[in-house]
């Protein structure tokens, strides 16, 4: 007889979700800030927004003790390696945000000097749009972050 | 009365000189530049101690000749006056004196211009790049660099596929950066 789900347990079957519940409320960001998106990324975390209210209030300046990175602001060509690195040194699970349209895409920037969106060299889990963003957007954005975390494979 | 008082010191030098409400400019010539540099900051009248600005203009599209200026804004604490000056720099040979000796503030102003119009200073003490990175080809600033031209230290692979190619590994430019060995490399360009 072939095994039904229910066969397998409740443990096996929603350890996956449990891990995505637990692992999506307790984000602790590494802040690759750059430029003037820190700002609106300050006023985020502050009491009126309270980013703490969503699990992810503690960064982490150490990329080794966070496990999402936020890219906040513009990254040039001289700071990608710089960036890499980071993002190379963070352990598995690991999530990133692009914050503001630097990050994301380059911006208005289209010259010598910058990066065309840090998805050129890392890869992006989430990009929230806005120059800079208001602190609804990065909400937003870490609540989709969430719900990719929730529904996501978990790496075990 | 400034403007007078420097033709009359130097009146072979002292190419050209103008105001235009208020602002003061003075053309010299090239060769005397620290001579009258020097000068002016010394000199109780002038007493120029500020070096408030230096940079460059490429006038490429209008054809001039020649072809870069050199603009230094200086300002007098003391007398409270303002003077520009200005020198021509022909593309064949970019190069103008240093003037760290004078003011110190002028080291990083100075390699600014050499990193993003590529003039060379005749007697600066770590004459290389202070904004871009060692690897950076070109002059950006210059009106012939292509406005497209793209030089990025990491490259994608393609659109499609997350494999990232490092065009150079990180950390081989550092002990460059700290050495400062390609000050000499970069004088004979």
């Known amino acids: 007889m072939k095994a039904q789900p229910i066969d397998a347990g409740f443990f096996s079957t929603k350890l996956n979700d449990m891990v995505g519940w637990a692992r999506k409320y307790s984000l602790f ?44 602001g513009t990254v040039s060509q001289k700071l990608a390696p710089v960036l890499k690195k980071v993002y190379d040194q963070m352990c598995d699970p690991k999530w990133v945000v692009a914050f503001g349209v630097c990050a994301s895409t380059g911006g208005f920037y289209d010259n010598y000097a910058t990066l065309m969106g840090i998805d050129r060299i890392i890869p992006v889990d989430v990009y929230i749009p806005g120059c800079p963003p208001r602190p609804e957007n990065v909400l937003d954005g870490l609540l989709k972050l969430q719900a990719r975390i929730q529904n996501q494979k978990q790496l075990l | 009365m ?112 050499w990193d993003m119009f590529g003039i060379r200073f005749k007697g600066h003490p770590h004459l290389k790049r202070i904004l871009l990175y060692e690897e950076f080809e070109g002059h950006p600033l210059r009106k012939d660099y292509p406005v497209n031209r793209r030089q990025p230290l990491m490259k994608q692979k393609s659109d499609h596929e997350l494999e990232f190619i490092e065009a150079r590994e990180y950390g081989q430019a550092v002990p460059e950066l700290l050495r400062g060995s390609a000050n000499q490399e970069e004088k004979k360009i």
């Not at chain 1, 960064?59 to 990175?69: E, I, K, V, Y």
């Not at chain 2, 300002?75 to 409270?80: E, G």
């Not at chain 2, 520009?84 to 003037?99: A, F, Y």
Request: glycine fraction near 4%.
């Open chain 1, 29 to 72: 960001q590494y802040p690759f800030v750059t430029a003037c998106c820190g700002m609106e990324y300050m006023a985020a975390a502050c009491s009126h927004y309270d980013i703490d209210r969503f699990g992810a209030g503690l960064p982490r300046f150490s990329p080794r003790q966070a496990d999402l990175l936020m890219v906040v």
């Open chain 2, 2 to 113: 400034i403007l007078e008082a420097v033709k009359a010191k130097f009146p072979d030098e002292v190419l050209e000189t103008s105001e235009f409400r208020g602002d003061l400019t003075i053309v010299v010539r090239k060769e005397s530049l620290a001579q009258i540099m020097k000068h002016l900051k010394e000199e109780a009248a002038f007493d120029f101690n500020l070096l408030m600005d230096l940079t460059a203009v490429d006038y490429l599209s209008m054809e001039r000749k020649p072809r870069f200026d050199m603009v230094y804004h200086l300002y007098s604490l003391r007398n409270k006056h303002r003077l520009r000056v200005k020198v021509g720099v022909h593309e064949k040979e970019p190069e103008v004196d240093s003037l760290v000796v004078l003011w110190p503030i002028a080291n990083w102003f100075e390699r600014e211009v």
